[in-house]
């Protein structure tokens, strides 16, 4: 038998314009389908399932005040108006003390490993069901930093040596 020839018991059966562009929608539609259904689920996976970046890369967000609190935002993890609650907001209200328009964003630097010039040391207290509670030592004040901490690290770090400067 030549390469490309059928065996002589079958025989092609010819298929009607539309039967031809039936099978191709259908075939199309399968695809996007499976396309579809792999971009939702991993959108829907990668929004439970934290990003976790290097534990002794240095980080930078960048801290504005919204609706009386300070926020951040980091498309690269999913978060958007993320905010700093119970306790953190007035330790960061500290930090920036003497940067110039804080409240419209200030740059804030922060590591599991001390690096050059940090201005301040989190150490990690104790976790609850959903965050963690860290005290500083400069201020005498604990605060708490929610799950959103798991789009950075893969465990609460020990300690988070943290820097705020102008942007």
Same mark, same amino acid.
């Given at each position: 038998?030549? @390469?490309?020839?059928?065996?002589?018991?079958?025989t092609e059966v010819?298929?009607?314009?539309?039967?031809? @562009?039936?099978?191709?929608? @259908?075939?199309?539609?399968?695809?996007?389908?499976?396309?579809?259904?792999?971009?939702?689920?991993?959108?829907?996976?990668g929004y439970l399932?934290?990003? +976790?970046?290097?534990?002794?890369?240095?980080?930078?967000?960048?801290?504005? #005040? +919204?609706?009386?609190?300070?926020?951040?935002?980091?498309?690269?993890?999913?978060?958007?108006?993320?905010?700093?609650?119970?306790?953190?907001?007035?330790?960061?209200?500290?930090?920036? #003390?003497?940067?110039?328009?804080?409240?419209?964003?200030?740059?804030?630097?922060?590591?599991?490993?001390?690096?050059?010039?940090?201005? +301040?040391?989190?150490?990690?207290?104790?976790?609850?069901?959903?965050?963690?509670?860290?005290?500083?030592?400069?201020?005498k004040k604990e605060?708490?930093?929610?799950?959103?901490?798991? #789009?950075?690290?893969?465990?609460?770090?020990?300690?988070?040596?943290?820097?705020?400067?102008?942007?």
């Open positions: 038998m030549s @390469r490309g020839s059928r065996p002589q018991n079958q010819p298929l009607t314009p539309g039967a031809r @562009r039936f099978g191709l929608r @259908r075939g199309l539609a399968v695809i996007v389908a499976v396309v579809l259904f792999g971009e939702i689920t991993n959108w829907y996976l399932r934290p990003v +976790h970046r290097p534990a002794n890369s240095l980080m930078v967000l960048m801290p504005y #005040k +919204h609706a009386g609190t300070w926020v951040f935002d980091d498309p690269a993890v999913g978060l958007r108006q993320e905010p700093f609650v119970a306790g953190i907001p007035e330790m960061m209200d500290e930090m920036v #003390k003497d940067i110039p328009d804080a409240d419209k964003g200030f740059r804030l630097l922060f590591s599991a490993q001390a690096f050059p010039g940090y201005s +301040h040391k989190l150490s990690w207290r104790r976790g609850d069901r959903t965050g963690n509670f860290y005290y500083s030592e400069d201020y605060g708490w930093l929610c799950p959103g901490l798991f #789009k950075y690290y893969p465990t609460a770090p020990k300690e988070i040596y943290v820097k705020a400067e102008r942007k």
